[in-house]
């Protein structure tokens, strides 16, 4: 199940700069996506979601950008922090909510 | 805040052995659902769960596995005979509407010898 990508496996960062995470989907259905940022033995933790009418959400230092024609989905994390060290996935819906499709994570690592 | 408990953190089976994963979700949610997420690989969909029956569920959702809202606050995952590639993190998750408030457990670890 490859429907939902994200292709780079880790990412590092020095605090205060910006963090871009990405992700990439191939079913045109999907209208719904969500990032949640997961650390070691805990469960995924939701950071913010975005749905296809929109091409922007903000929540405070995240930002979640939207390019449907490009399937394409990145998270911003502006400034970054040490606490933001974790494990991030995106995930895709078709809408009826009922079940998400993940990405591989990408491991982000701030630096102080 | 709000939480999805889930108990145990960690259970250990033989293979062949019937194991249950307990979750409570949160308390006002309508929604239920179970993941997993074997070693090194993507979190992916069990079932999702609603008005006491299952929405959905995926092709890794076999006649061994089943759910149950046996009262008004667990929800479990039953493994009937468990093999060794049952072994994973299984996630629960609930949330209060479709899509809102979608909020996860921290686990089970299931270790199938």
């Known amino acids: 199940d490859q429907q939902v990508k994200q292709n780079s496996p880790s990412l590092s960062v020095q605090e205060g700069r910006i963090s871009i995470l990405n992700c990439d989907y191939t079913?045109?259905?999907?209208?719904?996506f969500l990032w949640y940022k997961k650390y070691p033995a805990e469960g995924p933790t939701f950071l913010i979601s975005?749905?296809?009418?929109?091409d922007k959400n903000e929540d405070g230092r995240f930002t979640v950008f939207l390019n449907k024609s490009a399937k394409h989905l990145s998270l911003h994390i502006v400034p970054s922090q040490p606490g933001d060290s974790a494990v991030y996935f995106c995930?895709?819906?078709?809408?009826?909510?009922?079940?998400?499709?993940f990405g591989s994570g990408t491991k982000l690592n701030v630096k102080p | 805040e709000p939480e999805v408990t889930q108990t145990p953190s960690h259970q250990v089976t033989q293979m062949g052995q019937e194991v249950i994963l307990r979750c409570v979700p949160i308390?006002?949610?309508?929604?239920f659902y179970w993941y997993r997420q074997i070693l090194g690989q993507k979190v992916e969909f069990l079932v999702s769960?609603?008005?006491?029956?299952?929405?959905?569920k995926s092709e890794i959702f076999d006649d061994q596995f089943s759910v149950e809202r046996p009262d008004g606050s667990n929800f479990t995952l039953k493994i009937r005979s468990t093999k060794l590639e049952d072994s994973a993190m299984y996630f629960c998750?609930?949330?209060?509407?479709?899509?809102?408030?979608?909020?996860f457990g921290s686990g089970t670890r299931l270790t199938v010898v």
């Open positions: 998750a609930s949330s209060a509407d479709r899509g809102k408030g979608y909020t």
């Open positions: 079913n045109s259905m999907f209208d719904y």
């Open positions: 975005i749905s296809s009418i929109k």
């Open positions: 995930a895709a819906s078709e809408g009826n909510f009922n079940k998400f499709y």
């Open positions: 308390s006002n949610h309508l929604y």
């Open positions: 769960f609603y008005n006491n029956e299952i929405s959905e």
